[in-house]
């Protein structure tokens, strides 16, 4: 299988070379790590959301943008589908790896995430890259430092001057469009979680709405995991039937009914703490090849719209 770090280094070397287009900007630490801010103090934009979501998946998905409607309210949805969910989505897209220093957080996804390959889906999978360049989106407020790079460095064993860092914001245009695409990669993780061989998924494909942007980062927070758990709607094509697809969707949840808002708060914003089971797409297809075709959960407009301030 090729590297996905070398896939996703060609789209980075994109976003490089277009940043004044894509309204992000690029600076190399004292270290010699590379950041590209996709989020921070530039503001992206749409294709800048877009073509990070193709680096986040190391450029074997397809993302697209279009116009539809929560109510009567037009909205923007991003539509994501893959023929290689496994590694597309798990071993990569997936924000797996919490970035933690003395002056530092942030939530990293990405192909950087295969090189070092300490997390369940890697083992699930059996896959483990290995590249001398590597890429880490990272959702965070704050900017990347030399101490993150290192961290980043050390753990993928590659040298800093190898390291692209992506940094973005939940409360930013490219934050909204890059969680709306996470729809097909929490109802493939989410089936993995209930034991579902993640090898017998053929494809996937998700659609979320893009939330409206708020003025602070917890609000942000709340409205994406909102657009996802009421306004998701997944297919999965898969080789084997099973008797656990009805617990893919977030209707399958205790929590389910509550916007995240809430339940963030009642739980002091620990993300821990939030039951696994809410982090799934609203409504999902899952069709058995030479099987059955199964549809569990339900969408709810309601919420959405009082979540997106509507």
Known sequence: MESLNRMAIELVDEALEYAEELNVGGYDLANDATVLDFGLEFDGGIEAGMLLTEIQTAGMATPSYELDEIGDVPIPFVSLSTDQPALSLLCSQKAGWELTTEDFEGLGSGPARALVAQETEFRRVGYTDAFDLTALAVETEEEPTEAVAEQVATLAEVETSSVFLLPYSAASLVGSITNAARVAELATFRLAELGYDPLDIVS???????????????????????????????????????????????????????????????????????????????????????????????????????????
């Open 204 to 310: 996937a494909t998700g659609h979320g709405p893009v939330p409206p942007v708020p003025g602070d980062e917890r609000t942000a927070i709340a409205r994406t995991n909102d657009a996802i758990a009421y306004g998701g709607t997944a297919h999965l094509t898969v080789r084997e039937d099973d008797d656990c697809f009805d617990a893919v969707p977030s209707t399958a949840a205790d929590e389910h009914g509550r916007p995240f808002g809430e339940v963030f708060d009642d739980l002091e914003w620990q993300f821990e703490e939030v039951p696994a089971d809410l982090f799934a797409p609203a409504k999902v297809t899952i069709d058995v090849l030479g099987g059955p075709t199964y549809v569990h959960g339900e969408t709810n407009e309601e919420l959405l719209l009082e979540s997106f301030g509507l």
